[in-house]
Nanobody
Framework: VQLQACGGGLVQAGGSLRLSCAAS????????MGWFRQAPGKEREFVAA????????SYADSVKGRFTISRDNAKNTVYLQMNSLKPEDTAVYYC????????????????????WGQGTLVTVSS
């Protein structure tokens, strides 16, 4: 599967952005999806994950209550709604897909994912 992330940009602290990640192919509903980010000079870290069905989600503590992951299997797209953005949210955001056996499974570890998108840059100014 090929993943194409978009929606990044420059936003002031306190603002909002919605990232989208479109997947190719007709088996999108077979994949658990995740968002990761990599800030300058730092390692890539987990942000959020969602199960195949969309019924289960997981978030990093740093974004819990501010970010929401969702998916539309009919549109082969996963979203990351980011509210109350902070300068420390500045990073390149990547979407990832993992073939999932169970509809409620989600994955928070980078090595678990099979496919990665190219990343979209989010810059939050103070």
């Amino acid at each position: 599967v090929q993943l194409q992330a978009c929606g990044g940009g420059l936003v002031q602290a306190g603002g909002s952005l919605r990232l989208s990640c479109a997947a190719s192919g007709r088996t999108f509903s077979s994949y658990g999806m995740g968002w990761f980010r990599q800030a300058p000079g730092k390692e890539r870290e987990f942000v959020a994950a969602i199960s195949r069905s969309g019924s289960s989600t997981s978030y990093a503590d740093s974004v819990k209550g501010r970010f929401t992951i969702s998916r539309d299997n009919a549109k082969n797209t996963v979203y990351l709604q980011m509210n109350s953005l902070k300068p420390e949210d500045t990073a390149v955001y990547y979407c990832a897909a993992k073939t999932a056996r169970y509809s409620t499974s989600y994955f928070s570890r980078e090595y678990e994912y099979d496919y990665w998108g190219q990343g979209t840059l989010v810059t939050v100014s103070s």
